[in-house]
């Protein structure tokens, strides 16, 4: 169990938690969450004992291990596999022991203790970690040295996996991981066997593998039973109780004010007058919530071309005359929304170079619209950034002519305010770096943006922000991203990088999720089932009808909680306490009976599209 009891602590002056608790009982696994710059790093270290607190106490039980990914990434000349398993410093300590050790008493202890850790299987777990997170097999003999620093961070990561710690603490751990390694990290952690807290914006990582989210905001710790969608929906809730009972308190102390105001100088009301102020004084006041974030991304809007505006006949690319991809026949219209599928190493960021015209084709011929303007980001385009100028001074040197009024609305058309406008991007954070970059890839109104990893560094609110700006953009858009969540809500169309080719992916975003946790065993062949008979033009009219009463059943749903949220909203009825209970009831009843009532309408759906089919 972790314990954190009535916490303070402070970073130069400036409070982070005051009085803050949380209890997080053994085995279960936690989602951090709060705006960027609460302190939720500075949590970790806190528990971790690097920092001294200035009140209260973490408790974690004695002997527990506590273990994250450190800062200080493995460069040495040791092999992957062999960094890995060093991480497992009891094991690392015994073997070492074993092969010193003469007294037989000891060696039997030793041995012992090696068979109850189950040593002898080491190597093949730490070669699945390091598999599940992208390495090839032979990778995993080659030296940490022979990679490069986002390869590096994994190894750590699988060390720390490796030496499996009883509070496991992870800060952004998909920041450096593919789609595939995202995906397999969370059906890892979801089966991991002791407690583990993660700081995370993946969305999809908070929903799939965590039981429970850990929220601070205002120097406090709450932690919400479930994964991040329901905690998002019991927030929004809460927050709109609490601002309705703000403003009916509101109205109430300033009906008793204006009494005061008004009869404070009479000496027949004297005592009214004074009976009121007590009252005022008496009261606790509500605050209203803070409002949300709102994160904007101004995307401009280009002029619309003729299709399509890219096509490929026959197409090869790849580095030094050797092709990585090889025969590519694509089409690309104005208004596609693509996202690029395949294991790390099949050529996706390849396929984006090509596309953004960073590479030249071996052979073929690619046809680009005359017009035609990309827009290009990557993550190591964001590490590239002049660290001792200002964003206002990037967006000058690209746009010499434009007055500065322009240009700083430009920029805070993309978050980033007066201030940060003036800040040398080397003491902005990571995630207004991004914003800067997004920028610049979208200064000159792309027809095609192609986005390589752009929620790296993006909080919750921001990564929403960019699913709005995408949605609403008027051009093509092809993306590559581990964030699952804006992969769903952005592309329509799946294409998969794989075995030197790029072709349609004819499943969705879950199938293909469900073939990578599958790994790669072959199939098992299935025997040929016989063709079942086409469905009767009457039991198609049944489904109809079915589907049909589904979507009204629905309409009607979602028609009662938006009637049901304008009587929450509503201060007079905080002032009836028990009414105000049971509309609460009624709203959480229609809300459950919403998901209920839209998952029978998607297996209606479902079946009348396979019967037509």
């Keep these: 169990m972790l314990r954190i009891s009535d916490i303070t602590y402070s970073v130069e002056g400036r409070p982070l938690f005051e009085g803050a608790s949380a209890t997080i009982p053994t085995g279960h696994k936690v989602g951090l969450v709060g705006q960027n710059g609460t302190g939720k790093t500075t949590l970790f270290r806190l528990i971790r004992g690097e920092l001294a607190l200035e009140g209260g106490e973490i408790f974690v039980p004695a002997r527990s291990k506590i273990g994250g990914v450190a800062q200080e990434v493995p460069s040495s000349s040791t092999s992957l596999l062999d960094t890995v398993l060093a991480a497992d410093t009891e094991r690392a300590s015994l073997m070492a022991e074993a092969e010193t050790a003469t007294d037989p008493h000891r060696i039997a202890d030793i041995q012992h203790r090696l068979a109850d850790i189950d040593a002898w299987s080491a190597e093949g777990r730490a070669s699945a970690i390091l ?69 995370s914006h993946d969305r999809g990582l908070l929903n799939r593998a965590v039981g429970s989210i850990l929220h601070l905001e205002n120097r406090k710790l709450t932690l919400w039973s479930g994964p991040y ?94 092709p990585v991809l090889r025969r590519l026949s694509l089409r690309i219209d104005q208004d596609d929304r693509i996202a690029l599928l395949g294991r790390n190493g099949e050529g996706k960021s390849t396929l984006s170079k090509l596309l953004a015209s960073k590479l030249a084709p071996i052979a073929g011929k690619v ?35 434009e007055g500065q009024p322009r240009l700083r609305a430009r920029l805070a058309g993309f978050g ?105 065993e072959a199939p098992k062949p299935e025997k040929p089932k016989e063709k079942a008979p086409k469905p009767s033009r009457e039991a198609v009219q049944a489904l109809r009808s079915e589907l049909r009463k589904c979507e009204e059943r629905v309409a ?10 304008v009587k929450l909203a509503d201060p007079e009825l905080y002032e009836r306490p028990g009414e105000a209970v049971v509309w609460q009831k009624k709203y959480a009843e229609v809300m459950e009976g919403l998901d209920r009532a839209e998952d029978l309408w998607m297996k209606a759906a479902e079946k009348l599209e396979l019967a037509q089919a």
């Design 131 to 199: 598999k599940g997170l992208g390495f090839t097999q032979e990778e995993t003999l080659m030296p940490c040295s022979d990679f490069s620093g986002g390869w590096r961070m994994r190894v750590a990561l699988a060390g720390v996996l490796f030496a499996q710690p009883d509070l496991l603490l992870l800060d952004e751990p998909t920041n450096y991981l593919d789609l595939e390694g995202a995906l397999w990290l969370e059906s890892y952690l979801a089966k991991y066997p002791h407690t583990v807290l993660i700081i």
């Design 556 to 565: 009607k749903l979602n028609e009662m909680r938006d009637k049901l949220a």
């Design 416 to 520: 980033l305010g007066a201030d940060q406008a003036e800040t040398v991007v080397g003491r902005l954070s990571g995630g207004q770096k991004a914003r800067l970059s997004l920028l610049l890839a979208t200064l000159d109104a792309p027809h095609l943006l192609i986005l390589d990893e752009p929620t790296n560094h993006l909080d919750i609110e921001s990564r929403e922000a960019l699913v709005t700006a995408l949605t609403e953009y008027s051009g093509a858009v092809v993306l590559v991203s581990h964030d699952m969540h804006l992969l769903g809500l952005v592309a329509d169309r799946l294409w998969l990088v794989k075995g030197g080719g790029v072709a349609p992916y004819q499943g969705d975003l879950e199938s293909y999720r469900r073939e990578l946790l599958a790994g790669d």
């Design 367 to 401: 046809v680009r619209s005359s017009k035609l303007r990309i827009g290009y980001f990557a993550q190591h385009q964001v590490d590239e950034l002049h660290l001792d100028e200002t964003p206002l001074q990037h967006v000058q040197r690209m746009r010499p002519d």
């Design 229 to 322: 969608d329901q905690f998002a929906r019991q927030r929004a809730e809460q927050r709109a109780v609490q601002a309705a009972e703000a403003k009916k308190q509101e109205a109430r102390r300033a009906h008793l004010q204006s009494f005061v105001d008004r009869f404070k100088a009479k000496a027949s009301k004297a005592v009214q007058a004074q009976s009121r102020v007590k009252m005022l004084e008496k009261m606790t006041p509500i605050m209203a919530p803070e409002e949300a974030r709102k994160m904007v991304f101004t995307f401009p809007a280009p002029e619309p071309l003729s299709p399509p505006i890219i096509t490929m006949d026959g197409v090869s690319v790849g580095y030094d005359g050797k």
